[in-house]
């Protein structure tokens, strides 16, 4: 819980700083980077459980990764983890 609080936090001061002209535009109330961070600290403060799921996954089913790839990492990569490591 604490470790939510923080982000969250951290998220927020972001858009409090956009909205307060700490941004690259000037300050207004639509600043488009304290939105962004307001949004932000939305999806971290509501999606906190998705995200503790996907890192979890491996402890949850209780076996090493002997060689073969974990489901939640290929899923959440942006890429196959072979085409990651594959030497040419």
Same mark, same amino acid.
């Given at each position: 819980? @604490?470790?939510?609080? /923080?982000? #969250?936090?951290?998220a *927020? !001061? /972001?858009?409090? %700083? %956009?909205?307060?002209?700490?941004? &690259? #535009? &000037?300050? $207004?109330?639509? $600043?488009?980077?304290g @939105? *962004?961070?307001?949004? *932000?600290s939305?999806?971290?403060?509501? %999606?906190? =459980?998705?995200?503790?799921?996907?890192?979890?996954?491996?402890? =949850?089913?209780?076996k &090493?990764?002997?060689?073969?790839?974990?489901?939640?990492?290929?899923? *959440?990569?942006?890429? /196959? !983890? $072979?085409? !990651?490591?594959?030497? =040419?």
């Open positions: 819980m @604490v470790a939510r609080i /923080l982000w #969250t936090g951290a *927020l !001061l /972001l858009a409090i %700083g %956009g909205f307060f002209g700490a941004a &690259p #535009t &000037p300050a $207004n109330p639509l $600043n488009p980077f @939105v *962004l961070f307001l949004a *932000l939305g999806v971290i403060w509501f %999606g906190w =459980e998705i995200f503790r799921d996907a890192y979890a996954y491996r402890d =949850e089913i209780g &090493p990764s002997r060689g073969r790839h974990d489901l939640m990492i290929v899923r *959440l990569g942006p890429i /196959l !983890l $072979n085409r !990651l490591i594959r030497r =040419e």
